[in-house]
């Protein structure tokens, strides 16, 4: 769903560089349950250095914004701005959370103890079948881990928002 995207920013004259992280489309049989964000970081960084750019724009969505933050400390001389669409943004600390996320996991411990021993949440039956075969377990050290700058607090550089009309993720005061 991202060649649209990347086919716009293209003609607008940039240079779109999508990362697929392990775990994920054509890295799906790299899925496991220990995957974390700092992977996915690494991921990310990994695709930065293949740049060779000292400006990058870094747009994270979903529960890649996680990861993306984290590749942000990594990268923080090369990154200009940040965007992050349909996803939390991290404090200046770079804490990632979701409120919800302590009651959701209360709530798969006492519900479904399967599959916090298997580490992995399973594809939502409900999800839309234009994603279901495109879709893969999610690693719950991706949902409820713990995301760790190792740079001290994030620098001050611009951030951009974008949310869906009808969006439900909280928006953390800056």
Known sequence: YWNPVIAELEAAGATAVPVTLRGFGARADENAPGITAADHAADI???????????????????GGKAA???????????????YVETVLPDTNGRVTY???????????????????????????????EYRGRSNPMPL????????????????TPRTLILARDSSLPVLKQ
């Open 45 to 63: 960084v990994a695709a930065i250095d293949t740049t060779g750019s000292d400006e990058v724009i870094l747009v994270a969505h979903s529960e």
């Open 69 to 83: 933050t984290l590749a942000w400390d990594r990268a923080r001389d090369r990154v200009v701005r940040m965007v």
């Open 99 to 129: 409120p919800e996320d302590r009651v959701a996991l209360d709530w798969l411990a006492a519900n479904q103890p399967g599959m916090l021993h298997r580490g992995l949440m399973p594809v939502p039956a409900d999800i839309a079948p």
């Open 141 to 156: 050290t991706l949902l409820f881990g713990e995301v760790r700058l190792e740079n001290g607090p994030l620098p001050d």
